[in-house]
Structures are given as C-alpha cells and as structure tokens.
Nanobody, 126 residues
Framework: QVQLVESGGGLVQAGGSLRLSCAAS????????MGWFRRAPGKEREFVAT????????YYADSVKGRFTISRDNAKNTVYLQMNSLKPEDTAVYYC???????????????????WGQGTQVTVSS
C-alpha cells in the first residue's frame, strides 16, 4: 500500500518561505510522477505543481509559477515543494499525491491521482 506523509507546514508572514516535504513508501518511488495540491478554506482542492519521475519535467499552476519549486530526491523517496514569496492567499492545507500508473503526463485533476497524504497546514499572515 502506498503511503504519503507530508511535513513542513506552519505559520509564516507574507513574503516568507516554507519547504514542504512528502515522504513516500510502498512502491518504487522513482517510477512515478508526483503532484502537490492545496485546499483553501471554503474552496475546492486545486492543483499546485507536478514533477515527472526523475525531476526533469515540472509543471505549475499559474498562481504559483515563479514562486514555488517542486523537486524530488529519489534516493530519499521524497518530493519537496519550496514556497517563496508567500501570500495570504496561499493559505491552505497542502497535499501530495501520486498516480497509480507510471509514465509522465501532466496531471492537473485530483481524480488523476490515486494516493494522497493527510495534508499539512500552511498559514500565511498579512
């Protein structure tokens, strides 16, 4: 069974930075793309970023492009989300997600992912 565990959330002032981590277990991590999503209070879960199996390709939501960076360390079975220049509107629960099939396609819909972490809260104060 695939397990995903996020960490690194917290409270930060606007303009600050946080790095989220997602540790994966249960299958060959390096064969699969990974994604990050977020859900803000009162809103639907939305796509943030995705990365291919070896980190060579990435794709971002327009709202975070240029501020957030997704990366991965396959030796540690971990995917990261570096978040810089944070804004109050970035406040949300952040989730990492993994698809059930290998191969690289840009997956932006949450129903394209099978496995989800429990989420980590990010709060950005103004």
């Amino acid at each position: 069974q695939v397990q995903l565990v996020e960490s690194g959330g917290g409270l930060v002032q606007a303009g600050g930075s946080l790095r989220l981590s997602c540790a994966a277990s249960g299958r060959t991590f390096s064969s699969y793309a990974m994604g990050w999503f977020r859900r803000a209070p009162g809103k639907e879960r939305e796509f943030v970023a995705t990365i291919d199996w070896n980190g060579g390709d990435t794709y971002y939501a327009d709202s975070v492009k240029g501020r957030f960076t997704i990366s991965r360390d396959n030796a540690k079975n971990t995917v990261y989300l570096q978040m810089n220049s944070l804004k109050p509107e970035d406040t949300a629960v952040y989730y990492c997600a993994a698809p059930s099939t290998a191969g690289w396609v840009i997956r932006m819909k949450d129903d394209e992912y099978t496995y989800w972490g429990q989420g980590t809260q990010v709060t950005v104060s103004s």
